[in-house]
């Protein structure tokens, strides 16, 4: 059939900007455009697939340290069946590509399999020829065997990673094991002669090209390889059984086709997928071609059936889950838990000091403790606010004011994770009372005496966009009962106070003496500013106790205060410690225009903070 009609403007594009082909010689210029491209095919305002976890750590490889990332569906069993494993191992000729590169391709993998995948990083040719990737390979393939015994293990790859995936079914068989479930070779090369009619069929013009790959095979198999390599027409007989997917306008689809009617020769159950109209590389074009969406969901429905673990058949009687979720973080003795419900802070715990007043999880806090306020910090009279020329109206609370932003109760994505570190997401859309729409995350990292917070905002919409952004978690250095918090010692690095009534601005502005020293019987309620900072630009706020010391600092994106005693928080939650808000702007800002934030279409802001202890 005809090429699909959504790659020519695509692969015109890429000829225009000199994108293809690929190969220009040297392998670290090549790495470099390779991954400019990948990353800016997504385009503008892309955002990952979410999947439950994603986690990136090392396991020990032939070679040394080898990087994996490891992305989970957050599915549950099959009955008495594990979820299964998918070993991934990108594409890029031996010689480009890395974890990123194929990054929305494994969050698809692992969400439309409901499945475990482990990605590897191995090493690249021209450096590192046959058979070090291999050896990566198959490496990884074992430590998952190891690692999640009972699951379902599944070596699959695309393109070179393809050929890769093929050669470690063949070592898995040849070195007793790992048992594997299935093998899963997208337009895999396997051909280094390149003798076959389709490799002069699509030779240039589509996407990779012949050229391309006479490169990545010199770099890969100086010395012309082995059966691991190049497998067609040897003993295939004991392997896996295998979902081969070719591409029609490809300069592979011939080497992935004789594959397959080799590998049913050899007894080898297995299910060739064509690619009609598709290009090679379309596992990772679904954004180009909604064919090449359909017809990777098709494959990977393939994969599942013949798993007999299918991942996202629909359930009748399915319902949204109702646990409470978040994510945790650890390093040392400090332990972080971050709200998905809001993108907040839930609980920071230091040995058995609760460094946060924070809540249980499942609870609806008071006082938005941990919360992250945006698009607005504190309160706003009346709800009420303009903008160009239009009056606006949010909804306010009881006291009659619009307090803290609309993210409270929003669901936020883990985008990114390790074991201390962790970014959440959302996205803001607009509403009647704010029509702007806003890209948010939150980069949390633990160190053993340190948390660092980084708020992210980007204008998604196609206005400018004014907003602020505030936090506000709550320090406990060790009270226990209300009142308690007036042992402790407080020290605010601000000279200015905002004269407020019923936490609102009146319009002036008074001095603020910040060395409160023991705050005894003192009620703080106060927005502040003009900071004293460092050299550095942080200002950093002192707080001691019968626990330890805490020192919470912020950067010059945040030239506010707000510090609060919790005077008016519920009886048993009150004064048992000090909010310290860093934000933007002071209260109603959005209405009077101080100090606000505004962001052009596609621009992006953002502002960091740190909280370190001191156990007494």
């Known amino acids: 059939m005809p090429i699909d009609p959504h790659f020519p403007p695509f692969l015109e594009r890429l000829t225009a900007a000199g994108a293809t082909p690929l190969v220009s010689g040297d392998a670290a210029v090549d790495r470099e455009r390779y991954r400019a491209l990948s990353l800016a095919r997504r385009g503008d305002g892309y955002r990952p697939e979410p999947v439950a976890d994603v986690e990136d750590r090392t396991i020990e490889g032939p070679g040394g ?50 499945a475990t995948v482990v990605a590897v990083d191995y090493r690249l ?24 015994p009972t699951a379902p293990l599944v070596v699959a790859g695309d393109s070179a990673g393809a050929g890769l995936a093929a050669g470690v079914a063949l070592r898995c068989r040849d070195d007793d094991g790992p048992v594997l479930a299935a093998q899963l070779l997208v337009y895999p090369g396997l051909d280094p002669t390149m003798a076959m009619p389709s490799t002069e069929q699509n030779a240039t013009g589509l996407f990779l090209e012949k050229s391309d790959m006479r490169r990545f095979w010199d770099w890969y198999v100086p010395d012309g390889g082995d059966r691991y390599v190049a497998p067609l027409g040897t003993d295939l ?13 490809d300069p592979l689809r011939d080497e992935g086709d004789t594959y397959a009617v080799e590998l049913a020769a050899a007894g080898v159950h297995v299910v060739h997928l064509p690619g009609p109209g598709l290009v090679h590389g379309y596992f990772g074009l679904t954004e180009i071609a909604p064919a090449a969406a359909v017809r990777r969901a098709e494959v990977l429905d393939v994969l599942a059936d013949l798993l007999g673990t299918p991942g996202i058949t629909p359930d009748p009687e399915a319902w949204p889950t109702t646990e409470p979720l978040g994510a945790w973080l650890e390093r040392g003795a400090a332990r972080v838990a971050v709200d998905l419900r809001g993108g907040g802070l839930r609980r920071l715990a230091v040995g058995d000091w609760d460094v946060l007043d924070g809540y249980r999880t499942g609870i609806v806090p008071k006082g938005r403790r941990g919360g992250l306020l945006l698009p607005w910090p504190n309160r706003l009279r009346d709800g009420r606010w303009s903008w160009g020329d239009s009056d606006l109206q949010l909804d306010t609370a009881a006291e009659g004011s619009a307090m803290h932003g609309l993210l409270s109760w929003q669901p936020f994505t883990v985008l990114a994770r390790t074991q201390d570190a962790v970014t959440v997401g959302t996205v803001l859309e607009p509403r009647s009372g704010y029509p702007f729409r806003l890209a948010v995350a939150v980069d949390y990292g633990l160190e053993p005496d340190r948390l660092t917070v980084t708020v992210r905002v980007r204008n998604v919409g196609t206005h400018d966009a004014p907003f602020g952004v505030g936090m506000h978690p709550y320090l406990h250095v060790g009270s226990g009962q209300d009142g308690d918090v007036g042992a402790a010692t407080l020290d605010v690095p601000a000279r200015t106070g905002l004269d407020l009534d019923g936490g609102l601005p009146t319009g002036g502005r008074h001095p603020f003496d910040g060395a409160v020293g023991t705050i005894g019987d003192r009620a703080l309620d106060d927005a502040l500013t003009d900071l004293v900072r460092d050299d550095d630009g942080w200002a950093r706020v002192r707080l001691a106790g019968s626990e330890g010391e805490l020192e919470l600092a912020v950067d010059a994106a945040w030239p506010w205060l707000q510090v609060y005693t919790g005077d008016t928080l519920p009886e048993g939650q009150r004064r048992r410690s000090v909010a310290v ?25 953002s502002g960091s903070w740190t909280l370190s202890w001191r156990p007494a």
């Open 581 to 605: 808000e860093p934000m933007t702007c002071p209260p109603n800002a959005l209405a009077d225009g101080t100090d606000l934030v505004v962001l052009a279409p596609d621009e992006a802001w």
């Open 125 to 148: 040719a021209p450096e590192h020829p046959h058979p070090a990737p291999l050896e990566d390979s198959l490496a990884a393939v074992r430590w998952a065997a190891r690692r999640w």
């Open 65 to 114: 340290e080898l990087s994996v990332r490891i992305y989970r569906s957050g599915l549950g069993r099959v009955g008495d069946r594990t979820r299964p494993v998918v070993v991934w191992l990108h594409g890029g000729g031996w010689a480009v590509g890395d974890l990123d590169t194929h990054d929305p391709v494994c969050r698809a993998v692992a969400n439309r399999l409901g």
């Open 237 to 249: 007989t004991g392997l896996p059984p295998a979902v081969v997917a070719t591409a029609e306008f």
